[in-house]
């Protein structure tokens, strides 16, 4: 069974247990990073990010899109799964490891982590105004990505929706002014539809 180091609050493990429960993947989950320590523990000399770590079949991996690559090659190994079944591997590469800077660095963000994760009286306004401008452009992209897609790889959901789903919800929950985006807000609609996703990416920030 795969071993999953990582806390539930932070965006990276998040994106792989919304793939495992996607795909019905088994899996045990420790709390590690930040308060909990463990992972310098585990996976010695890492250090404490964001990034989840796993044991998967004997190996160590550190990679976010290598561990949701896996998990999809389980679900296909288990034949009839339809997210598997819908997501060649071209189209679900791309989104997974072509996405802008602005999203990969969703988890630490300066808007992110100066409104979420430092105190009122330390927070730097001109870098979290700045900060947020860049991720507003950032999903000007994503609107335009959109158009006539309802999922970033076409009509079906896959594998490629995952390391922007989470994004997505990072960006609505957070208190800021956003610009008018009508294909982002119809495709978070869409995603809030999936259980996987309300349970283990719509979770209050921290």
């Known amino acids: 069974m795969l071993k999953l180091w990582g806390r539930i609050n932070s965006i ?14 088994p ?3 420790i709390d590690a990073g930040l308060q909990f ?23 160590r991996v550190r990679s976010v899109g290598i561990q949701c690559r896996r998990a999809l090659s389980r679900g296909e190994a288990r034949r009839g799964h339809a997210l598997a079944e819908r997501s060649s591997p071209a ?12 999203h990969r660095r969703a988890g ?6 100066g ?21 507003a452009q950032a999903f000007q992209v994503l609107e335009q990505s959109l158009e006539g897609r309802d999922h970033v790889a076409g009509k079906s959901f896959t594998m490629g929706d995952i390391p922007l789903g ?7 929950a957070l208190a800021v002014k956003r610009p008018k985006l009508p294909r ?23």
């Open 166 to 172: 989470t994004f997505v919800y990072r960006w609505n």
């Open 37 to 59: 320590g463990v992972v310098n523990e585990a996976f010695l000399p890492q250090d404490e990010s964001e990034r989840p770590r796993a044991h998967d079949r004997g190996r």
């Open 27 to 29: 899996y045990e989950r």
């Open 115 to 135: 409104l979420i994760r430092t105190p009122a009286e330390k927070r730097d306004l001109k870098a979290i105004e700045e900060g947020v401008e860049k991720l």
């Open 12 to 25: 990276n493990v998040q994106k792989v247990l919304w793939a495992l429960d996607e795909l019905k993947v």
């Open 184 to 206: 982002v807000e119809a495709y978070y609609q869409r995603l809030q539809q999936r259980a996987s996703y309300k349970k283990h990416v719509m979770l209050p920030l921290s």
């Open 91 to 102: 189209r679900r590469r791309r989104p997974l490891d072509g996405l802008g800077d602005e």
């Open 108 to 113: 630490d963000h300066p808007g992110f982590l």
